[in-house]
């Protein structure tokens, strides 16, 4: 299983930016799904998930209104549409899977502990 995420770079505070996690090896629909983030000197923390087959997608209230979850199925790829970013989006985001059901996203450190695949991670830098 391989998760290859892109599509970090940097951004002014209000800019937009939209990632991609392709997987391969995995089929990532109808598995738990998510992307995290983990800021210098923070822990990993998750902004939006998909916790199951059937579950909505679920976004931390530091995101919700900004950031858009999807996946394209056929393509077997993760998106987040980042909008109006501010100065604490900062991190390196990274893509998960989980072959089991997670808890939700907002629930740390337990969704980071069940995710069983994760990505190499990708930079977001938004300052002006």
């Known amino acids: 299983v391989q998760l290859q995420a892109s599509g970090g770079g940097s951004a002014q505070p209000g800019d937009s930016l939209r990632l991609s996690c392709e997987a391969s090896?995995?089929?990532?629909?109808?598995?738990?799904v998510g992307w995290f983030r983990q800021a210098p000197e923070k822990k990993r923390e998750g902004v939006s998930c998909i916790s199951g087959r059937g579950v909505p997608i679920d976004y931390a209230d530091s995101v919700k209104g900004r950031f858009t979850f999807s996946i394209d199925s056929a393509k077997n790829t993760l998106y987040l549409q980042m909008d109006n970013l501010k100065p604490e989006d900062t991190a390196v985001y990274y893509c998960?899977?989980?072959?089991?059901?997670?808890?939700?996203?907002?629930?740390?450190?337990?969704?980071?502990?069940?995710?069983?695949?994760w990505g190499k991670g990708t930079l977001v830098t938004v300052s002006s």
């Open positions: 090896g995995f089929t990532l629909d109808g598995s738990a």
């Open positions: 998960a899977t989980s072959r089991t059901p997670v808890p939700p996203c907002t629930k740390v450190p337990q969704v980071v502990d069940g995710m069983d695949y």
